[in-house]
């Protein structure tokens, strides 16, 4: 690895990126975009940024999309833009609350963040920093009681508070909606496909490791046998015979004599770009990330296009 790869994939602290001047401490009172455009103003002003109000409208624009209120009282908008060297980030803090999104919890801290639009990830990063204190439903309370910037600046000064080298698998996974085991008949995998307008469900054995992945379009080739594909003339065929067999036999057929053990995955830890490389390499739709063997979660190719390229 070059002397530049390594330095690049080098932690570097969340408080890298912004320092006690970043930080407006005790904002009572604000609804959300008042206090947006304060703290923009504020950044803008210390940083000599030009622009606020293409900055300001991105970032309202972002939120109004998409809402960045995480259940621990945490709101992290943002935007992607042109023109920034490097990302910007500014802190607000509110012991009261502010209502930041309609049905979400009250904010307590708020992240601003300016990221530039040739850095996917960034914003990926940013939570993986900000993972440990958002695993405690009250820290968001306990800052946004301190009294200065300095105090806030200290408790993100933290050795544990810090960017990972680069995004990961578990950053952008999701949690798989649903799992068969290998022990299930195709019934119940129908039934899935069915009811769960699913194409392909994951299948862990009785340990919980992943086994396979079972499919409609496997289903279809169970039901279509190969030599059916080549027929030109299935007009003796009008009434379904080839699903007849398996209708018959879908409770007692189980998904362990069915199921692909063939499937894009990668481990939790890997880069995020393995999973590009395994969803472009079978041409597949899905990655399922694995922990060891365990399913951990999974990635869809849309959610992965949004995170690398607009989140």
């Excluded at 939120?63 to 992607?80: C, D, K, Q, Y």
């Excluded at 050795?159 to 008949?185: H, K, N, Q, W």
């Excluded at 059916?228 to 080839?242: C, I, Q, R, Y």
Aim: negative net charge.
């Amino acid at each position: 690895m070059s002397k530049a790869a390594a330095q690049q994939r080098e932690s570097r602290a969340l408080t890298s990126f912004f320092g006690a001047e970043d930080i407006m401490v005790q904002q009572e009172g604000f609804q959300r975009n008042a206090l947006l455009r304060n703290l923009l103003e504020h950044l803008a002003d210390n940083h000599g940024l030009r622009n606020v109000d293409a900055y300001y409208n991105a970032v309202v624009r972002r939120e109004n999309a998409m809402g960045t209120v995480l259940a621990s009282g945490i709101a992290i908008p943002h935007a992607r833009l042109e023109g920034l060297s490097q990302p910007y980030v500014a802190i607000a803090t509110s012991e009261g609350g502010i209502a930041f999104e309609e049905g979400a919890p009250l904010t307590h801290l708020v992240f601003v963040v300016l990221i530039p639009r040739d850095q996917p990830g960034f914003y990926l990063q940013i939570l993986r920093a900000l993972s440990s204190i958002m695993r405690n439903k009250d820290a968001a309370r306990t800052v946004s009681r301190l009294k200065t910037a300095g105090e806030v600046m200290r408790f993100f000064g933290r050795g544990d508070m810090v960017l990972p080298g680069y995004v990961c698998a578990a950053d952008i996974m999701c949690d798989a909606p649903t799992v068969l085991r290998d022990s299930d008949s195709l019934k119940t995998a129908i039934d899935c496909f069915i009811s769960k307008d699913l194409s392909e469900v994951p299948v862990v054995d009785g340990d919980g490791d992943m086994v396979g992945v079972v499919s409609a379009r496997a289903l279809m080739r169970v039901c279509l046998p190969e030599y059916l594909l080549w027929m030109d003339d299935l007009s003796a065929m009008v009434n379904f015979e080839p699903f007849a067999g398996v209708l018959r036999n879908e409770q007692n057929t189980w998904l362990s004599d069915i199921l692909s053990g063939e499937y894009p995955a990668v481990q939790v830890g890997a880069p995020a770009i393995s999973v590009a490389a395994e969803l472009a390499r079978r041409d597949a739709s899905r990655c399922y990330v694995l922990n060891g063997g365990k399913l951990a979660g999974i990635i869809d190719l849309p959610v992965f296009l949004n995170k690398i390229f607009r989140e």
